[in-house]
Structures are given as structure tokens and as C-alpha cells.
């Protein structure tokens, strides 16, 4: 069972849309949660990530923005560009175990 | 630069023999990861290392075998390769200091291909 959810599977925006990608999970021992970003024939990357003490994490334009109490959060692209399309990972990991574990993705497509 | 780097690139196996993934990282990184990487599944983790020595189970560790002899080598072995075992392997390596402590940092994979 995977114990992070993504949605969509896939994603297509045009070029200067906001793109907004969502991330589930179910243990709450989950503490930190990176998002990866992954282009094609390489290893994903690690774009932004947030802890579960704080709701929202900026960084350019990417936005992360955490719900503890639903276990939920999502990541927003702002002014999305071509050079965005990529796969987007969401994980999570605890204090006690950190092997991260990673969502199904999500696989952005921008059109200019 | 963080560096994690597999061996091979391509390769392609009969069902039943042996296969062993290679992964060297120049991070001394403790920790590092096997993840498969397969449509509508993301990544998987299948055995991952705290240093020198040690292995752990991922979630999904059936027919795999780890081994860590040193802090830069991590392999994955497939004592008797199925064709489901067809997959893009990951490898990673992360527990650095400060704030990159818990940053993954990947390989650029091994594709797989069980015949």
C-alpha cells in the first residue's frame, strides 16, 4: 500500500498558469516532506521541502502549503514555464526511520 | 557536487541468473537507498544502508539482497532475476550535516531488463 498519495497522475497547464500538485499520507509519525523533481533519463532532485512544525514554505516559485490536521499539502508552481515540465515526487519521512518514502508522481507538462 | 554513481547504465538479463546493481557515492554520506522505479508506482524503496556493514528492509525486499562493505559502496543483488523485476533502479545516498541532512541525493539510474 502506498503510504503517499499523489494526484493528479498527470498535469497540463499553459506557460505563465499556476500549477497545483497534491500530496496525501496516512502515518503521522511523517515529519519532513521533500518534494523531488525529476526530467526525463535522469534522478529526481530535490526542489523544495517543509516541515511538519510550519504551513507554508516558499521558495521562489514554488510554494509549498502543509494541512497536519487533514495530512495533507501541495505544491504550487506559479508562472509556470516549459522548462517546468518534469515529474514531481512528493515524500515524507519520520524522526525514527528516515528512509523517505515517495508518492506515484505526478508529471507536469507546461505548453507555452 | 554530491556525487552517486551507478553501474550499468543498460542491462539486460536472462530470467534466473544473477544480477548485481553497483553504487558508489564520493558524498561519505551514512545513508543510502535502493529505490525501483516504475509507472503509476513512483519509487519504491527495496533495502537501504545506515553505514558500513549494515542493511535494512524497504517495503518491498522480496527477491533482493543488499550488501554495504564500505561507507561509498552500496549494491543490489538479484540472486534469481524475474522478468517483474524489469524496472529503472535508483540508487541514493543522504544523512549529510547541517541542512542538508536529509536530502536524497540520486544516481541516474540502471535500467533493468529481465528477459
Known amino acids: 500500500q502506498q503510504q503517499v498519495r499523489q494526484s493528479p497522475q498527470s498535469l497540463t497547464v499553459w506557460e505563465g498558469e499556476t500549477a497545483i500538485l497534491n500530496c496525501s499520507y496516512e502515518d503521522s509519525t511523517f515529519n519532513y516532506f521533500p518534494w523531488y523533481q525529476q526530467f526525463p533519463g535522469e534522478g529526481p532532485a530535490l526542489l523544495i521541502s517543509?516541515?511538519?512544525?510550519?504551513d507554508k514554505k516558499e521558495d521562489g516559485r514554488f510554494t509549498i502549503f502543509f494541512n497536519k490536521r487533514e495530512k495533507k499539502l501541495s505544491l504550487h508552481i506559479t508562472d509556470s514555464q516549459p522548462g517546468d515540465s518534469a515529474t514531481y515526487f512528493c515524500a515524507a519521512s519520520a524522526n525514527n526511520n528516515n528512509a523517505p518514502r515517495f508518492g506515484a508522481g505526478t508529471k507536469l507538462s507546461v505548453k507555452p | 557536487e554530491a556525487a552517486v554513481t551507478q553501474s550499468p547504465r543498460n542491462k539486460v538479463a536472462v530470467t534466473g541468473g544473477k544480477v548485481t546493481l553497483s553504487c558508489n557515492q564520493t558524498n561519505n554520506h551514512n545513508n543510502m537507498y535502493w529505490y525501483r522505479q516504475d509507472t503509476g508506482h513512483g519509487l519504491r524503496l527495496i533495502h537501504y544502508?545506515?553505514?558500513?556493514?549494515?542493511?535494512e528492509k524497504g517495503d518491498i525486499p522480496d527477491g533482493y539482497k543488499a550488501s554495504r562493505p564500505s561507507q561509498e559502496n552500496f549494491s543490489l543483488i538479484l540472486e534469481l532475476a524475474t522478468p517483474s523485476q524489469t524496472s529503472v533502479y535508483f540508487c541514493a545516498s543522504g544523512g549529510g550535516l547541517g541542512a542538508s541532512a536529509e536530502t536524497l541525493y540520486f544516481g541516474s539510474g540502471t535500467r533493468l531488463t529481465v528477459l
Open positions: 544502508s545506515y553505514g558500513a556493514g549494515s542493511t
Open positions: 517543509i516541515r511538519s512544525v510550519s
